[in-house]
């Protein structure tokens, strides 16, 4: 069992920045590839960015390349997202998930989630 903590989430205005962390506690955390996925209201969950175990590799959607970093600590058993020129549409609820197998887009590659932390970014 995994169990995933997100913070930093908040009220910003468009074009500002944020820093979401997500804190895991249970197994261990370097054993598993880490993703941020986000969704706003009435829309589907859709993947944001994920980070291979050993932090070799990272992976974005279109939507968020070149604004959002994914990063991680294994030391500290903590998965960042770094979001910088925020849009009104990167409004949502974020997550942090453990991957289990599969393709790192998709929600059900996923086994253990965080609650959640509410972004918002004002006009």
């Known amino acids: 069992q995994v169990q995933l903590v997100e913070s930093g989430g908040g009220l910003v205005q468009a074009g500002g920045s944020l820093r979401l962390s997500c804190a895991a506690s249970?197994?261990?955390?370097?054993?598993?590839?880490m993703a941020w996925f986000r969704q706003a209201p009435g829309k589907e969950r859709e993947f944001a960015a994920a980070?291979?175990?050993?932090?070799?590799?990272?992976y974005s959607s279109d939507s968020v390349k070149g604004r959002f970093t994914i990063t991680r600590d294994n030391a500290k058993n903590t998965v960042y997202l770094q979001m910088n020129s925020l849009k009104p549409e990167d409004t949502a609820v974020y997550y942090c998930?453990?991957?289990?197998?599969?393709?790192?887009?998709?929600?059900?590659?996923?086994?253990?989630w965080g609650q959640g932390t509410q972004v918002t970014v004002s006009s």
């Open positions: 998930a453990a991957h289990s197998g599969g393709s790192y887009y998709f929600p059900q590659s996923y086994n253990y």
């Open positions: 980070i291979t175990r050993s932090a070799i590799s990272t």
């Open positions: 249970g197994r261990t955390f370097s054993n598993y590839a």
